[in-house]
């Protein structure tokens, strides 16, 4: 389970950096206060069910008002 959430975390970052021209490290920054969860993320680090709520609801609010300006 934990694969399948970590894919999909890298997979929405790709998206939104696509949309809103963040970089994966602003994204961790701006959710988290921590620039460098992506980069320990894609090193194999473990993440919990919060913080991946966190940044899935940071990343779609801001893919959302990406897309509608």
Sequence with gaps: ?????????????????????????????????????????RSGAGFTVKTYDKVMAFMEKAMHSREAA
């Design 1 to 41: 389970m934990e694969h399948e959430l970590r894919a999909k975390l890298i997979s929405t970052a790709e998206r939104c950096t696509r949309l809103t021209e963040m970089s994966e490290a602003t994204i961790g920054l701006r959710a988290l206060n921590d620039n460098t969860f992506f980069k320990r993320l």
